[in-house]
């Protein structure tokens, strides 16, 4: 019999990725989230192996999660529940952000000592290394963080919790570091600060038309893909050796090659490169004026010998052909 699998914010992007891949290979999910799975999304993985259970609730609602995993016989968790806010925006909801970032991870880490989850794999963020990318020449794990958003501060606070429980209760748990992930269900949920540039661009693409990139608009994005392979790698690992792992492509690509392939499925769009940030059409997080250090997957690579299965090329034709097939997941 599989194992249930809870998976916290299960109706992000990241969150649906994941829970496709787990119900792929057979197992029981129940899948968290402040609302409904998209309809789209529901329709897809209904053709998969495994069992789907979804609620929507408040993950900051008290006893919450405790009564989910005893209910459902939950054996491990995936938490990804958070909102994503940027600089721009920590004085707008702070309150809910740290009731979702920070009491719902506690609340994550309570209900694991209780029910003596197997595991637990916490979805952190490179956004705990703050602006090192600009200053550094190169990030692994043993980067220091510097957290200066809200999401980052609170994404490191979920680290030190996990550590607080792993030494203190005895929670197995581990963290993993998301790069800027891209990809299937990506959509605009309102709790993101930035939609990733490859999904302004497939918006664009729906439309048709001529799309202006920026020439140094080039960043470490990672497919979906690629981040649920990793998350199920943390999850099954008898043994974990670190407690936290960058989860990226470790290496740097240009947001043209999204777009050549976008315009393979879609003749009827282009896209040129211009100079002036204000002439892009494309909003990135952080400026597009200084290089970028590239990230290494060290643990991960270290330990189960991981290799993206998107690299850039890949990823962007994969993108483009669901973008595609699934045209009902983006605005009119």
Do not use: C
Not at 24 to 49: I, K, M, N
Not at 261 to 269: I, T, V
Not at 299 to 311: Q, S
């Amino acid at each position: 019999m599989s194992e249930t699998i809870l998976v916290t914010g299960a109706s992000g992007f990241v969150g649906l990725n994941i829970v496709e891949a787990l119900l792929a290979r057979g197992d029981h999910v129940v899948a968290l989230s402040h609302d409904a799975l998209p309809a789209v999304a529901a329709a897809d993985f209904a053709r998969l192996p495994g069992r789907l259970e979804a609620i929507a609730a408040d993950i900051a609602t008290p006893r919450l999660l405790g009564e989910t995993i005893r209910a459902h016989g939950v054996g491990a968790a995936i938490h990804l529940a958070a909102i994503t806010y940027g600089a721009q925006q920590d004085l707008r909801g702070t309150s809910r952000v740290l009731d979702v970032n920070a009491i719902g991870t506690l609340a994550m880490f309570e209900a694991a000592a209780a029910h003596r989850l197997r595991r637990v794999v916490y979805a952190s963020s490179t956004a705990v290394y703050g602006e090192a990318p600009l200053h550094e020449a190169s990030l692994d794990e043993d980067t220091a963080p510097r957290p200066f958003t809200l999401y980052g501060i609170t994404k490191l606070l979920g680290e030190r919790m996990m550590m607080h429980f792993r030494d203190l209760h005895g929670v197995d748990a581990v963290a993993a570091r998301f790069a800027s992930v891209f990809g299937p269900w990506e959509r605009d949920t309102g709790l993101r600060a930035t939609l990733s540039p490859p999904y302004q661009l497939a918006h664009l693409a729906l439309r048709g038309g001529e799309a202006r990139l920026h020439v140094n608009g080039q960043r470490d994005w990672v497919h979906g893909g690629d981040v649920a392979r990793a998350v199920l790698l943390l999850l099954d690992a008898a043994k974990p050796r670190a407690a936290v792992y960058d989860v990226n492509i470790a290496e740097i690509w240009h947001l043209r090659l999204m777009a050549e392939a976008l315009a393979a499925e879609f003749p009827a769009f282009s896209h040129r490169l211009v100079e002036a940030e204000a002439e892009s059409d494309i909003a990135y997080f952080m400026p597009l004026d200084r290089a970028r250090a590239i990230a290494h997957n060290r643990n991960l690579a270290a330990e189960f010998g991981f290799v993206p299965a998107f690299p850039p090329a890949i990823a962007a034709r994969h993108y483009a052909a669901w973008v595609k097939a699934h045209p009902g997941i983006f605005p009119g």
